[in-house]
């Protein structure tokens, strides 16, 4: 009862409000032609409608003062005296349409509008449910008049309108009345506050300026639709076309404004929003055409929802739009109009209200460009980034809704996410080893089979707050080893708990570009830091949710570094550079031989098809030892996430059996084999054999590892055995007699790389990534150097000293740049 009295009280307000926005200039009309018996003057109407919009105002801001502190009931029953009154009056109005009553009706909608969003703050959140319904209703009331009886009609039909608003705020107020209370909500966002002492003080406001623009803008659009139809002469109903276009659009804008270009950080989409909305009112101010303006009426209202939608403002919307329809009203009042010739044949006619358009439009353009510039602290930086990711999935966790995972202690167990029923892949690598490319190929194969909604990611940067600390970490002047390793494990706490938990819990694959190796090696292994700090920390950021696979790209530094310079990064890789990316390297390798039912090591340097093979035959088995998600993927989801974290009450498991699974690009399966005894020795690396002890050869099958056991952080444990096995072609599958067959995808030919490389998605990320890293490149130098005056503090011979169960290889004597973070390998 009480939402369909809010239902008749928000319709019945909207479409008096409607009418009056009509009725005004039509009575001003009347009343010039009736006692001056002269032509009617669009600026004096204008001019009028002006009052009803400045009366309507002070209505809305009224109540706040007087009702702030008043107790709920005693609102209602304001709320349902106000609605009487205004009822009365537009009855009043409909049957002596004299301009004094209208101005009364003005004042006292606004205060049964402020009223109602006092009393019932919702109210003001559903503008589907609102604006909707008040603009069918006009609509259709004018639309129908006017097919009947042609322009002037639709004035009377717009009169009868009024007496559908009043009625129904006399139904409302009765409803409202007698109903039962209405239990309060807090109110979240675009609600005028409750009580003044409601408001946020200033600097808890995110842009507060840019939000009151846009819905000047909104106010303008509003106000100036009237003026529009009477100058263009579209009639009533091209003003009911105009309003309804209008609030559509914004009632859309506002409602998927919080999953509106995911990808793009929020202060940068108000600011595309000013853009847009200020570029999209000068257009509607230069179209003559009645269709052509209520589109884009529509779409400057969409781009304020979507744009005010990014904001967290709470105050209230009145201030800006009534600014913007009171300045857009004066600026149209001034009432000329001028003809521009264009060609001997075309002219374009300027008028004081296509000025109102074009003035309103040009400060929402000017305020767009400033905020592009001023809303983040790395100003333009990232520009390119959120214009590439801007519609991308991964970030599609609207603003302020992540669903946070269970809570769980420091070190939490991973029973703390056996609720999550999907499937975790992480890749690791060096950088240029072809992670993301692989990931996409990943998820793209995955898709293709069928496999449901696949989520890829990547750290640092997969979600909103993540790309704002990934800026500082990558974009930035750089910062201390260890606030680094803090804003990397920060990045991805909130990544867990924002984006990769919701979508394990959802049942989806999870592909993720980096985890919690990804430390282990930069921070631990090539910065030096303590091993063991490093792994609490992610394990504490993470609440130990692990990777059901991680997938090791291995590959020689120079050969990256030769792929990452395609990218436009520097080639060069100094003697610290090598360095440091060697133990990066050896950090991975070691990770994975330590843990090999969970890793899998692929020779990334190959052809992306090569690698996809592998990759995609480890994901399809380690698949199928779930519950045959390739066949029926809901159920497919169902296991639990690997228990087992160091630390934590559930042991992790090491029987031994399981193994690291090396892909080489070597031919001949060599299962029995230490990597120094691979096939292809001369391409194998010294690096790889010296880094990964593998005394006890097993059977090197995900399918057969021990169930998704393990933790991600292993303690020291060296009986993990590593396996070589054959990559190319068929022959794979061929030389292990264990394997399903249907669960092994031979390795594509090489032919198949133009394909690959062509996949829309590969391209976007490259181009992503190119923009991004050319960007970080300049910025890298900037670290260097300032990174090289560091050094002599945190560099030295110390360096090979104590660093835990590191990666570093005992004979490793050359001073490690203790500064080189990732920028250095730049
Ligand atoms: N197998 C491959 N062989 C040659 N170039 C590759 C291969 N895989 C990726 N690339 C290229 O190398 C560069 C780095 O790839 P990318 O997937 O972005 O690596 P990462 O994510 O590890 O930095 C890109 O320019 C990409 O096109
Ligand atoms: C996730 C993570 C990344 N990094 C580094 C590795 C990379 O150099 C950089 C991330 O940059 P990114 O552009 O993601 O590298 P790529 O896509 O080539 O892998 O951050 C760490 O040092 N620690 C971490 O925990």
Same mark, same amino acid.
């Given at each position: 009862?009480?939402?369909?009295?809010?239902?008749?009280?928000?319709?019945?307000?909207?479409?008096?409000?409607?009418?009056?926005?009509?009725?005004?200039?039509?009575?001003?009309?009347?009343?010039?032609?009736?006692?001056?018996?002269? %032509?009617?003057?669009?600026?004096?109407?204008?001019?009028?409608?002006?009052?009803?919009?400045? #009366?309507?105002?002070?209505?809305?801001?009224?109540?706040?003062?007087?009702?702030?502190?008043?107790?709920?009931?005693?609102?209602?029953?304001?709320?349902?005296?106000? !609605?009487?009154?205004?009822?009365?009056?537009?009855?009043?109005?409909?049957?002596?349409?004299?301009?004094?009553?209208?101005?009364?009706?003005?004042?006292?909608?606004?205060?049964?509008?402020?009223?109602?969003?006092?009393?019932?703050?919702?109210?003001?959140?559903?503008?589907?449910?609102?604006?909707?319904?008040?603009?069918?209703?006009?609509?259709?009331?004018?639309?129908?008049?006017?097919?009947?009886?042609?322009?002037?009609?639709?004035?009377?039909?717009?009169?009868?309108?009024?007496?559908?608003?009043?009625?129904?705020? #006399?139904?409302?107020?009765?409803?409202?009345?007698?109903?039962?209370?209405?239990?309060?909500?807090?109110?979240?966002?675009?609600?005028?506050?409750?009580?003044?002492?409601?408001?946020?003080?200033?600097?808890?406001?995110?842009?507060?300026?840019?939000?009151?623009?846009?819905?000047?803008?909104?106010?303008?659009?509003?106000?100036?639709?009237?003026?529009?139809?009477?100058?263009?002469?579209?009639?009533?109903?091209?003003?009911?076309?105009?309003?309804?276009?209008?609030?559509?659009?914004?009632?859309?804008?506002?409602?998927?404004?919080?999953?509106?270009?995911?990808?793009?950080?929020?202060?940068?989409?108000?600011?595309?929003?000013?853009?847009?909305?200020?570029?999209?009112?000068?257009?509607?101010?230069?179209?003559?055409?009645?269709?052509?303006?209520?589109?884009?009426?529509?779409?400057?209202?969409?781009?304020?929802?979507?744009?005010?939608?990014?904001?967290?403002?709470?105050?209230?919307?009145?201030?800006?739009?009534?600014?913007?329809?009171?300045?857009?009203?004066?600026?149209?009042?001034?009432?000329?109009?001028?003809?521009?010739?264009?060609?001997?044949?075309?002219?374009?006619?300027?008028?004081?209200?296509?000025? +109102?358009?074009?003035?309103? +439009?040009?400060?929402?353009?000017?305020?767009?460009?400033?905020?592009?510039?001023?809303?983040?602290?790395?100003?333009?930086?990232?520009?390119?980034?959120?214009?590439?990711?801007?519609?991308?999935?991964?970030?599609?966790?609207?603003?302020?809704?992540?669903?946070?995972?269970?809570?769980?202690?420091?070190?939490?167990?991973?029973?703390?996410?056996?609720?999550?029923?999907?499937?975790?892949?992480?890749?690791?690598?060096?950088?240029?080893?072809?992670?993301?490319?692989?990931?996409?190929? #990943?998820?793209?194969?995955?898709?293709?089979?069928?496999?449901?909604?696949?989520?890829?990611?990547?750290?640092?940067?997969?979600?909103?707050?993540?790309?704002?600390?990934? !800026?500082?970490?990558?974009?930035?002047?750089?910062?201390?080893?260890?606030?680094?390793?803090?804003?990397?494990?920060?990045?991805?706490?909130?990544?867990?708990?924002? #984006?990769?938990?919701?979508?394990?819990?959802?049942?989806?694959?999870? =592909?993720?570009?980096?985890?919690?190796?990804?430390?282990?090696?930069?921070?631990?292994?090539?910065?030096?830091?303590?091993?063991?700090?490093?792994?609490?920390?992610?394990?504490?950021?993470?609440?130990?949710?692990?990777?059901?696979?991680?997938?090791?790209? $291995?590959?020689?530094?120079?050969?990256?570094?030769?792929?990452?310079?395609?990218?436009?990064?520097?080639?060069?890789? $100094?003697?610290?550079?090598?360095?440091?990316?060697?133990?990066?390297?050896? !950090?991975?390798?070691?990770?994975?031989?330590?843990?090999?039912?969970?890793?899998?090591? =692929?020779?990334?340097?190959?052809?992306?098809?090569?690698?996809?093979?592998?990759?995609?035959?480890?994901?399809?088995?380690?698949? !199928?030892?779930?519950?045959?998600?390739?066949?029926?993927?809901?159920?497919?989801?169902?296991?639990?996430?690997?228990?087992?974290?160091?630390?934590?009450?559930?042991?992790?498991?090491?029987?031994?059996?399981?193994?690291?699974?090396?892909?080489?690009?070597?031919?001949?399966?060599?299962?029995?084999?230490?990597?120094?005894?691979?096939?292809?020795?001369?391409?194998?690396?010294?690096?790889?054999?010296?880094?990964?002890?593998?005394?006890?050869?097993?059977?090197?099958?995900?399918?057969?590892?021990?169930?998704?056991?393990?933790?991600?952080?292993?303690?020291?444990?060296?009986?993990?055995?590593?396996?070589?096995?054959?990559?190319?072609?068929?022959?794979?599958?061929?030389?292990?007699?264990?394997?399903?067959? %249907?669960?092994?995808?031979?390795?594509?030919?090489?032919?198949?790389?133009?394909?690959?490389?062509?996949?829309?998605?590969?391209?976007?990320?490259?181009?992503?990534?190119?923009?991004?890293?050319?960007?970080?490149?300049?910025?890298?130098?900037?670290?260097?150097?300032?990174?090289?005056?560091?050094?002599?503090?945190?560099?030295?011979?110390?360096?090979?000293?104590?660093?835990?169960?590191?990666?570093?290889?005992?004979?490793?004597?050359?001073?490690?740049?203790?500064? $080189?973070?990732?920028?250095?390998?730049?």
């Amino acid at each position: 009862m009480v939402g369909l009295a809010l239902a008749a009280l928000s319709s019945g307000i909207a479409g008096v409000v409607g009418f009056t926005e009509v009725l005004e200039p039509t009575a001003m009309r009347d009343i010039f032609l009736e006692v001056e018996g002269t %032509t009617f003057d669009v600026r004096q109407a204008v001019l009028a409608l002006l009052l009803v919009f400045v #009366l309507t105002a002070a209505g809305v801001f009224l109540p706040h003062r007087v009702l702030g502190g008043l107790a709920p009931p005693a609102r209602r029953t304001v709320l349902g005296v106000t !609605s009487v009154a205004t009822a009365v009056a537009a009855l009043a109005l409909f049957f002596f349409p004299v301009v004094w009553l209208s101005w009364l009706v003005a004042l006292l909608l606004g205060v049964a509008v402020a009223v109602m969003v006092l009393q019932s703050p919702d109210a003001n959140q559903k503008p589907w449910r609102t604006a909707g319904v008040a603009a069918g209703l006009l609509l259709f009331v004018t639309y129908a008049f006017q097919i009947v009886g042609g322009v002037e009609a639709g004035a009377l039909g717009v009169r009868w309108f009024l007496l559908l608003g009043a009625v129904l705020l #006399l139904v409302a107020a009765v409803l409202v009345l007698l109903g039962p209370a209405q239990p309060q909500a807090p109110p979240e966002t675009g609600t005028f506050p409750q009580a003044s002492a409601a408001l946020r003080a200033p600097e808890e406001i995110a842009r507060p300026w840019a939000c009151h623009l846009l819905f000047g803008v909104l106010g303008a659009v509003f106000a100036l639709a009237q003026p529009a139809v009477i100058d263009e002469g579209f009639g009533q109903a091209g003003f009911a076309v105009i309003v309804c276009s209008a609030l559509l659009g914004w009632a859309i804008g506002y409602e998927v404004g919080p999953t509106f270009a995911p990808g793009m950080t929020r202060p940068r989409l108000t600011s595309f929003a000013l853009l847009g909305s200020g570029v999209l009112m000068g257009a509607a101010g230069i179209i003559e055409e009645l269709s052509g303006k209520a589109v884009l009426s529509g779409a400057v209202a969409f781009a304020v929802g979507v744009g005010v939608r990014a904001q967290p403002y709470v105050f209230s919307r009145r201030v800006g739009v009534t600014l913007g329809g009171v300045l857009a009203l004066l600026l149209a009042s001034a009432g000329f109009r001028a003809e521009v010739p264009l060609s001997t044949y075309a002219h374009w006619s300027v008028s004081s209200i296509g000025i +109102g358009y074009g003035a309103v +439009g040009l400060a929402a353009l000017i305020a767009g460009v400033v905020a592009l510039f001023t809303f983040s602290p790395q100003g333009l930086q990232g520009l390119a980034v959120d214009v590439v990711h801007a519609f991308r999935s991964p970030a599609a966790v609207p603003e302020g809704h992540s669903r946070g995972l269970p809570s769980g202690g420091a070190l939490g167990p991973a029973g703390d996410h056996a609720a999550a029923t999907g499937v975790f892949v992480a890749f690791e690598g060096a950088d240029g080893s072809g992670k993301s490319t692989q990931a996409s190929l #990943l998820a793209e194969h995955l898709r293709s089979r069928g496999l449901g909604p696949v989520t890829v990611t990547r750290e640092p940067g997969g979600t909103e707050a993540g790309r704002a600390m990934r !800026s500082v970490l990558l974009d930035g002047e750089g910062v201390a080893a260890r606030s680094e390793a803090l804003l990397f494990a920060a990045d991805r706490a909130h990544h867990v708990a924002a #984006l990769v938990g919701p979508a394990l819990e959802r049942g989806e694959v999870v =592909i993720t570009d980096r985890y919690i190796d990804s430390s282990l090696s930069y921070q631990a292994a090539g910065r030096e830091l303590p091993r063991d700090e490093i792994a609490q920390l992610s394990r504490w950021a993470t609440e130990g949710l692990v990777p059901h696979l991680t997938i090791v790209l $291995d590959i020689d530094p120079q050969t990256a570094a030769a792929r990452t310079a395609s990218r436009g990064e520097q080639n060069h890789l $100094d003697s610290a550079d090598i360095e440091f990316r060697r133990r990066v390297r050896e !950090s991975f390798l070691d990770l994975a031989a330590k843990e090999p039912s969970r890793y899998i090591v =692929i020779d990334a340097d190959r052809t992306a098809a090569q690698i996809a093979a592998d990759v995609h035959a480890a994901v399809d088995r380690l698949l !199928s030892t779930r519950a045959a998600p390739q066949v029926r993927p809901d159920q497919a989801r169902s296991a639990p996430v690997p228990p087992g974290v160091p630390g934590s009450a559930v042991p992790a498991d090491h029987s031994g059996e399981a193994v690291t699974t090396v892909l080489d690009r070597g031919g001949a399966a060599q299962s029995a084999h230490p990597p120094a005894d691979r096939s292809t020795p001369d391409r194998s690396t010294p690096d790889r054999s010296s880094a990964t002890p593998h005394p006890a050869p097993a059977t090197p099958n995900l399918a057969q590892a021990p169930k998704q056991t393990g933790p991600v952080l292993p303690t020291d444990q060296g009986e993990a055995a590593t396996t070589v096995i054959p990559t190319r072609g068929s022959e794979s599958a061929a030389v292990r007699p264990d394997e399903e067959p %249907t669960t092994v995808l031979p390795g594509r030919p090489a032919a198949e790389e133009p394909q690959f490389r062509q996949t829309k998605s590969r391209e976007r990320l490259q181009a992503q990534a190119e923009i991004e890293r050319r960007a970080r490149e300049r910025l890298r130098q900037a670290r260097m150097r300032s990174s090289g005056r560091e050094r002599p503090q945190n560099s030295g011979p110390q360096n090979s000293g104590p660093q835990g169960p590191g990666p570093q290889e005992p004979g490793s004597q050359e001073p490690g740049p203790r500064d $080189d973070g990732p920028g250095r390998r730049r």
